[in-house]
């Protein structure tokens, strides 16, 4: 098997192997290393790339396989982490020079997990300034490059996870999602990426953007890798005070269940109003191709949810106000003009606007909770649209004539107000560019999430699509 062909295996595929030492965790990550030294200074994935410590930690991993000490399956697995979870003795920049001497002495609590599971960290991935933009165009660190155009924006907060993971640049990767950040790149990218339930998984070590709005979860190629990362990194963290008590389950103990006689969602309001025509036929058909397969589809009313963008912005930018407060006066020279005028904006708005947006939440939540009655899980497009090209991003463009930072979060957003889970998964492509569906459930409902996501994955092929640059990897790098 050739390097290449290591770093395209997923978890699922790469563990029985490292378990049953018929592959060297220091060959799988030489691999990686190797690939992101060839194809990163295209990409822009990575802020800094961690070669010493990520061989360091697969030799720990094959002598510990070796003595028989096998933890699981992440134990030798090469992953990447978003630049704002603490790395200790690793500056955590959120790819910002304002925090460029942050060097944290402990790790972030999903970071601890995910090194007692085993995993090499090959590096911190890079994102959209502070967390706080759709697109991962970054004045201080470059742009992330979408992986299967160029050109295009690879979508944020977490692109450079996504496109990583897209690029085979990690075998998984740790993202966070405060409006769309997971998802949304997931979406644009062509990967599976999982919002969990608020509280399940601990954001101590994460540098925050809105408290009330913020997760930390997995980015993968496949929903069992998905459901993986979420077993290492969930559980409860008295470090965290939104943090969970609520158990832990086997989140792969129901990815073979199928969807026969579940009850699907469709939302009759909002989801499916402003949507590129291409991307709304490629996630109809992924609705009826879960019909298929057995379960019942519905309409559900969500009728307050076409307030939750307005709300939700309204919230994050005046959290993310507050925390970032001492810097804007300070320092404000130190952040790119997009983000500056984002958080600026969250000084104005009043605490009357602030507390309306909080009960127009709760309305939303009580929408989601009265469909849940009715249905298992709701479906919707992750996004509305497809990827749009890096640098025209506040122009309208596109099928819809839109400025596509002004409806990316559109439908992600909701599921943030509510604290709800989501997942994103592959469900086709519009002009060569992919479509995300997204699988919305109750509170702490991810293994059913996963169920229907793993449903539908399986019978279709769209993971096994790679980027095109896979297979013209010279003329890429050379590019």
């Not at 697969?58 to 510990?64: I, K, L, V």
């Not at 439908?411 to 994103?424: E, Q």
Request: charged share 20%; with cysteine.
């Amino acid at each position: 098997m050739t390097a290449d062909e290591l770093c395209d295996l997923e978890i699922a595929a790469v563990a029985p192997l490292l378990r049953d030492k018929e592959l060297s965790p220091v060959e799988l990550a030489e691999a990686y290393l190797a690939r992101i030294e060839r194809l990163d200074p295209t990409l822009n994935t990575y802020i800094r790339v961690l070669p010493e410590a990520a061989l360091a930690a697969a030799r720990q991993a094959e002598d510990d396989i070796r003595r028989g000490g096998w933890r699981g399956p992440l134990h030798g697995v090469p992953v990447g982490i978003k630049d704002l979870f603490d790395l200790a003795r690793v500056p955590t920049t959120m790819d910002s020079t304002v925090l460029r001497d942050n060097v944290p002495q402990l790790d972030a609590t999903v970071v601890s997990h995910l090194k007692a599971a085993g995993a090499v960290i090959l590096g911190k991935q890079n994102l959209h300034e502070f967390a706080f933009g759709i697109t991962s165009e970054n004045p201080h660190y470059g742009a992330v490059h979408n992986p299967w155009d160029l050109g295009r924006v690879p979508g944020g907060s977490s692109g450079g996870t996504a496109a990583a993971v897209a690029a085979g640049l990690c075998a998984a990767g740790l993202g966070s999602d405060t409006g769309a950040s997971i998802r949304a790149p997931a979406s644009f990218c062509g990967t599976v990426g999982l919002k969990p339930t608020y509280g399940r998984v601990s954001r101590a070590g994460a540098l925050p953007l809105a408290w009330s709005l913020d997760h930390a979860g997995p980015l993968a190629r496949s929903v069992a890798d998905c459901a993986v990362m979420l077993q290492a990194i969930a559980g409860y963290d008295q470090r965290d005070a939104a943090s969970s008590i609520e158990p832990v389950p086997d989140f792969s103990a129901r990815l073979a269940r199928g969807v026969a006689g579940l009850r699907l969602g469709i939302p009759r309001e909002y989801f499916f109003e402003i949507i590129e025509p291409d991307v709304d036929r490629v996630v109809r058909q992924a609705i009826l191709t879960l019909e298929q397969l057995g379960a019942r589809v519905e309409e559900v009313s969500l009728p307050h949810v076409r307030d939750a963008q307005i709300a939700g912005n309204v919230i994050m930018s005046s959290e993310a106000a507050a925390w970032h407060h001492d810097w804007l006066r300070e320092r404000p020279h130190e952040y790119g003009a997009d983000v500056l005028q984002r958080i600026r904006g969250g000084l104005l708005v009043r605490a009357t606007e602030y507390l309306h947006s909080q009960q127009m939440r709760t309305l939303i939540q009580q929408d989601f909770a009265q469909a849940f009655t009715r249905v298992d899980v709701v479906l919707g497009p992750t996004v509305p649209i497809v990827a749009p090209p890096i640098g025209r991003t506040f122009e309208p463009g596109g099928p819809l004539n839109l400025p596509p930072r002004a409806i990316a979060n559109r439908t992600t957003v909701p599921c943030n107000l509510t604290g709800m889970p989501a997942i994103s998964i592959p469900c086709g492509f519009s002009d060569g560019l992919p479509v995300g569906l997204q699988i919305m459930g109750a509170a702490f409902a991810e293994p059913l999430v996963l169920q229907v996501a793993a449903a539908y994955e399986s019978a279709t092929d769209w993971r096994r699509h790679k980027p095109t640059f896979r297979s013209a990897t010279e003329a890429i790098t050379e590019r």
